[in-house]
């Protein structure tokens, strides 16, 4: 047969789909052990098989978007693409987490029917779940201990290996971080934006200042405290008024981004509407949701993990509820991100922009 006739050959929706092998992938434990099967352990297996279906679609898709940020030039037409495939993601994330739902419709005992039988398999063991959190960037400092032992060493060699690899290559956040280093924009002629944050950040706060001693509403205690909680710029703005003290928090592991790369992302959400900085703001508010949903995710498996089984350990050793709460509440891979709507000022006080500035931010055209 010729190329061109393999090429449009027919197929048969059974057959492209593999079907036999789906459908046939769904082995009761149970069935094999008991008399009689545990009738929801197939409905425990099908969703588990679900979400590493959908765990093979996120990784199709984060892989897609860090090859057109490899490199030291980002084409900015892949931009648009890139955002309309970490959207995809985002509501993949979302049917994750409908999913518990439908593994909420069995119950306590019901599970318990054939849960003695999954010893000592685990959720933890999802390969691709891992291979996810180390494509994001999740820093294995800040990962949890499983088991008092590395994440990794529950893998078989191959899949420890195809881990490491990937640690030592650059994760997503490592991308994020190198492209938004690049921005343009942060010294443009005789417009620095520091230092005009700077000036914007003080006379913002100077404002709720006086708008708290001007107040007939509260006592001059309730004033001081408001103050207090208030602050300056020696606060919560220093980390990125100052490259020293933003330093310092990332020696303390309280901050991970770069300083440069902090500032960029600042100025892209503070001037979010000019036009050529609609699609890397829509870019960071993706891996921001993408990291919220993760994170969303994990808080409803923790609660579904306490309705079935309370207190128990986990089928794989681990202390259940407890470590899987904990892991959300630290597993976050861009953090930093959600810190700068900390540093965010109102609109009426950002620093006007030079028009020639927002002229290369906008589209501008001249008729000669």
């Known amino acids: 047969m010729s190329d061109s006739g393999k090429k449009y050959s027919t197929i048969h929706y059974h057959s492209y789909l593999q079907l036999d092998k789906l459908l046939d992938a769904q082995h009761l434990r149970s069935a094999e052990l008991e008399e009689k099967p545990a009738h929801d352990e197939m409905l425990f297996i099908i969703v588990h098989q679900a979400y590493e279906i959908w765990f093979k679609q996120i990784l199709h898709e984060l ?3 860090a090859e057109m940020f490899e490199g030291n030039h980002v084409d900015e037409r892949n931009i648009g693409t890139a955002i309309a495939r970490l959207k995809r993601v ?7 987490v409908q999913q518990i739902q439908v593994l909420e419709t069995m119950t306590p005992l019901d599970f318990l029917d054939f849960r003695s039988y999954l010893f000592p398999a685990s959720g933890f063991q999802s390969f691709q779940f891992r291979l996810i959190e180390v494509m994001l960037g999740l820093d294995e400092r800040e990962r949890l201990t499983y088991n008092n032992m590395p994440f990794a060493s529950v893998f078989e060699q191959e899949q420890q290996v195809r881990l490491r690899k990937m640690a030592e290559g650059r994760s997503m956040f490592q991308l994020l971080e190198d492209w938004l280093e690049r921005t343009p924009f942060l010294q443009f002629g005789s417009f620095d934006f520091l230092s005009q944050y700077k000036l914007a950040v003080q006379q913002m706060l100077e404002k709720e200042a006086a708008a708290i001693r001007s107040s007939g509403y509260l006592t001059e ?24 003290a933003h330093e310092q928090l990332r020696a303390e592991g309280k901050l991970r981004m770069s300083y440069k790369a902090t500032l960029a992302a600042l100025l892209i959400n503070l001037y979010r509407d000019e036009p050529i900085l609609h699609n890397p703001f829509n870019l960071l508010q993706c891996l921001v949701e993408i990291d919220e949903q993760l994170t969303t995710w994990r808080y409803r ?19 259940g509820y407890d470590y ?4 959300a509440v630290k597993h976050h891979v861009f953090a930093d ?13 950002l620093p006007e922009l030079p028009i020639e500035l927002k002229q290369n931010l906008g589209f501008h055209f001249s008729i000669s």
């Open 63 to 65: 892989n897609s978007v």
């Open 90 to 96: 985002i509501e993949i994330q979302k049917l994750l």
């Open 221 to 244: 205690q309730e004033k001081e405290m408001r103050l207090r909680m208030l602050g300056g710029t020696d606060t919560y703005f220093q980390s990125v008024l100052n490259p020293e």
């Open 301 to 319: 498996h923790t609660q579904m993990v306490l309705r079935m089984l309370g207190k128990k350990i986990g089928t794989g050793g681990s202390s």
């Open 324 to 327: 899987l709460h904990a892991t």
């Open 337 to 349: 991100l959600h810190n700068i709507s900390t540093l965010l000022i109102p609109r009426s006080e």
